[in-house]
């Protein structure tokens, strides 16, 4: 039977509203709070990967590869539940496989090459800026895991930008940047100093790239 026509919109909503109710639980002293906060994020995780799926991502490669990543990324969000060292490592191999499958997705298309090259550049200057900041404050036995994972990420920004320049799909480069973004919230709340104010702008960012990622298999039929 065919959905609606507003499904995906209906869908999106429904994200950005799990999303809101995980922040509002993460400042709540209800003793259930902790539980319901990790309902609201797994809300808001199944919601993004509904988007991918009623717009059709399981129809083209590109959509497959972003369906994937999306899958991957809500186990990832399920694993960063616990605080335990084992799961935050599950975890993060999650992630890092995500963000291999959206680099593969987006080095499906077109990619301009000058595009591929700055952003090369400068790949490299935030990542090196990224470990010096964050590199005292890792334990030793991470800290070959989230130089990977900093790789992996930087390689999903390039070929973002690519492929943004050769088609113009713009929603691709913001995306995978607010994926990226929303990553340093994590490192910060994980290993610098955790706040409240890290998931204020993590959540948010996160959550909405992953909208947009899930947004971009349209038209990729």
Request: charged content about 10%.
């Amino acid at each position: 039977m065919p959905l609606p026509p507003f499904a995906p919109l209906a869908l999106t909503l429904i994200c950005l509203a799990c999303v809101v109710a995980q922040i509002a639980f993460d400042r709540s002293t209800w003793a259930f709070a902790p539980a319901a906060r990790g309902v609201a994020k797994l809300g808001a995780s199944s919601a993004f990967v509904a988007v991918a799926v009623v717009l059709g991502a399981a129809h083209s490669p590109y959509g497959r590869l972003v369906l994937a990543a999306l899958a991957l990324g809500w186990v990832g969000d399920a694993l960063l539940l616990s605080r335990r060292k084992p799961v935050f490592l599950a975890g993060l191999v999650a992630f890092l496989i995500a963000h291999g499958l959206y680099a593969a997705a987006f080095a499906s298309g077109p990619l301009d090459e000058t595009a591929l090259a700055v952003a090369s550049l400068l790949s490299v200057a935030a990542g090196a800026g990224f470990l010096r900041w964050v590199r005292p404050h890792l334990p030793r036995a991470l800290t070959w895991p989230v130089r990977a994972y900093v790789a992996v990420i930087l390689l999903m920004c390039v070929a973002a930008a690519g492929h943004t320049v050769a088609t113009g799909r713009g929603v691709v480069l913001l995306g995978a940047l607010l994926f990226a973004v929303s990553d340093v919230a994590v490192a910060r709340d994980r290993f610098v100093e955790r706040t409240h104010a890290n998931h204020l702008w993590g959540w948010p960012t996160y959550f909405a790239a992953q909208l947009l990622l899930a947004w971009s298999v349209v038209g990729m039929g």
